[in-house]
């Protein structure tokens, strides 16, 4: 029996950037993924198609999944011969019960690897604009749980360590014993007036902060009701924030935006909203679906006087049938076109200069290349149908946890091709009853959109002036998400 591999991978502390290259490489690859509630469900998207996922996420005081499941798991799925991905929040070795995960796997003969990733108790305060380390404040850092395994879940410590000989200290998951914590390190030697921070989520865009002092900041938290996940900084050092705060002043931080997708792949709109501060989240998350190679089209490609392909994926499946049918790319004497500029780039990509048009007069000899969605429009007309576009199921969990972790204040329509999509999948009416589209501001790029928006009873909050994403993200960051 051939066993598999198990790579323990740290996600990072929220921001998807901020993942190794390793360990994308490794979500890349795999075949199941066991993933965590801190680990950004966003990184999943980059999971291949088939991928088995598996949500282990932990809760304060409820377990989705108990620790010995998850090493069981990861033991039986490796025993199948699969890849498997274990991805966990921040880095695996910090706090992430990766060395138990870890033994187990090895006292099960299976093969393993540890892929570090970047710690929550450095990236949050640096997202929040204090650096950990500074000659000026300190040169000391502790990283320390907030809670361990007793009733009480109050941590035992070395107080009086801590408090006299560590300049900065990063207390993980610590809102709950923060009065606790505040009242050991003060009567073992720590001033009263220590600066204190309190970062929820961190590097997200819905990082939240709140500032205070050791005697001071417990009742300001339970105030403000101030909960996991988060890091507690002490120390004087966190006043450097004055100064040096930077993710905070990003002209999309806090905004969290829905973005009605049409690819398979995540587009360039989402990377610059991101860019600018904003969580986003893209749906519907599409997957293609078989559908029979239709050889009478095939055979008779050489005599087409026109060839109109309808998207980019269309290009890329339309040259991949062609290898896989061994099809000379030279026997082509038609003219090319492009139903939009994106798409004549992909053609020109592949050696192929065409005309961009959406007005081309439907006859026997115009071949028409797209997937199962172009059926409808093309009627007097070939049609080469590459593929059927359906959403992919198993994602929709995540969407929902997503959804539940973040609700959405917008969503935007970069097409009216989106507004389509978005409306006519029955899913969306599941996942985003009517009074959704109450609660946030709509959003389109140009008068198509709206105009499409405005079909399906989504009256639009703003329209971008003119359709380009420049346009659209100014018209964002003009939009009040309290009026």
């Known amino acids: 029996m051939n066993k598999g591999k198990v790579f323990l991978v740290g996600a990072g502390p929220g921001d998807i950037g901020l993942i190794t290259v390793k360990g994308l490489d490794a979500i890349k690859q795999a075949e199941v993924i066991l993933y965590d509630r801190l680990a950004n469900p966003k990184l999943l998207d980059f999971a291949p198609f088939g991928c088995e996922l598996i949500y282990c996420g932990k809760l304060p005081d409820r377990h989705t999944l ?6 069981s798991l990861l033991v039986d799925k490796a025993l199948e011969g699969k890849r498997v991905v274990r991805l966990k929040g921040g880095d695996p070795g910090v706090f992430g019960r990766v060395g138990e995960e870890a033994e187990a796997l090895a006292n099960a003969g299976i093969e393993f690897e540890m892929v570090p990733g970047i710690s929550s108790g450095m990236a949050a305060p640096l997202y929040a604009g204090i650096p950990v380390t500074h000659r000026q404040f300190g040169e000391t850092f502790a990283v320390v749980t907030a809670h361990d395994q007793s009733k009480e879940g109050k941590p035992v410590l070395d107080w009086k360590a801590l408090a006299s000989g560590i300049d900065t200290i990063a207390f993980y998951m610590g809102v709950k ?3 606790y914590i505040c009242q050991c390190l003060i009567e073992h030697g720590k001033s009263p007036e220590t600066p204190v921070i309190l970062i929820q989520w961190g590097t997200f865009s819905r990082q939240k902060t709140l500032e205070g002092t050791l005697e001071t900041i417990a009742e300001l938290a339970e105030k403000q009701k101030f909960s996991n996940p988060a890091i507690t ?5 966190v006043s450097l924030r004055n100064k040096i705060n930077w993710f905070e002043k990003k002209p999309l931080f806090g905004r969290q935006i829905l973005l009605a997708r049409t690819g398979f792949q995540s587009s360039g709109l989402a990377q610059a909203l991101t860019e600018q501060g904003a969580d986003v989240v893209e ?8 559908i029979p190679v239709n050889y009478d089209i095939l055979e008779k490609l050489a005599h087409y006087e026109e060839i109109l392909f309808t998207s980019v994926e269309s290009v890329e499946e339309f040259f991949q049938l062609l290898k896989k049918e061994q099809i000379d790319i030279r026997s082509l004497s038609a003219d090319i076109y492009g139903l939009s500029k994106k798409t004549a780039t992909a053609l020109q990509e592949r050696g192929l200069l065409a005309d961009i048009t959406d007005h081309l007069f439907q006859k026997e ?7 199962s969605r172009v059926a409808h429009k093309y009627r007097n007309c070939d049609l080469l149908i590459t593929s059927e576009k359906v959403v992919d199921a198993a994602y929709l969990p995540i969407l929902q946890r997503i959804l539940t972790e973040a609700r959405p204040d917008s ?5 009216a091709q989106s507004v389509k999509m978005f409306f006519e999948e029955e899913l969306v009416v599941q996942l985003f009853p009517e009074e959704f589209l109450k609660d946030v501001k709509v959003i389109c790029m140009g008068e198509k959109s709206a105009m499409a928006a405005q079909f399906y009873g989504a009256e639009p909050n703003a329209t971008a002036e003119t359709p380009t994403r ?4 100014d018209t964002i960051k003009g939009l009040s998400i309290n009026g």
């Open 66 to 71: 108990r620790q010995e499941g998850i090493n």
């Open 177 to 179: 014993n923060l009065p």
């Open 233 to 237: 900084l002490v120390g004087e050092i």
């Open 283 to 290: 749906f519907p998350k599409w997957k293609n679906a078989e």
């Open 365 to 371: 000899t115009l071949l028409v290349v797209g997937d």
């Open 411 to 415: 969503i935007v329509f970069p097409s």
């Open 470 to 473: 420049e346009a659209l993200i």
